[in-house]
């Protein structure tokens, strides 16, 4: 059973840093496209990042310079370090894989398979 288990959220003050990790069982990371989303309350769930099997990179335009995102696949753990925190960085983040696929796209239905988030809180 594949499974995706995001930690590492919390509360923390503007300008501050936090590290994401997606720990995944069942399943290896390496095998596909990995991304990060994030959902703050009554908004869509947009996209953050997401890495490739090539080792490609994408980064949303708001979060580009501030998040970094990396992958251990000794460990088959996804992280989303985060610098330069900002209220508006508050949201509920979501790792997510995208089966089959090796290559990403920023649209949500090109991942298949999410974990059950973690709360990032950003006050100012």
């Known amino acids: 059973q594949v499974q995706l288990v995001e930690s590492g959220g919390g509360s923390v003050q503007a300008g501050g840093s936090l590290r994401l990790s997606c720990a995944a069982s069942?399943?290896?990371?390496?095998?596909?496209?990995m991304g990060w989303f994030r959902q703050a309350p009554g908004k869509e769930r947009e996209f953050v990042s997401s890495?490739?099997?090539?080792?490609?990179?994408m980064y949303a335009d708001p979060v580009k310079g501030r998040f970094t995102v990396s992958q251990d696949n000794a460990k088959n753990i996804l992280y989303l370090q985060m610098s330069s925190l900002k209220p508006e960085d508050s949201a509920m983040y979501y790792c997510?894989?995208?089966?089959?696929?090796?290559?990403?796209?920023?649209?949500?239905?090109?991942?298949?398979?999410w974990g059950q988030g973690t709360q990032v809180t950003v006050s100012s």
């Open positions: 069942g399943y290896t990371l390496s095998s596909s496209c």
């Open positions: 997510a894989a995208a089966r089959g696929w090796t290559y990403c796209l920023r649209s949500l239905s090109r991942y298949g398979k």
């Open positions: 890495i490739d099997t090539a080792g490609a990179i």
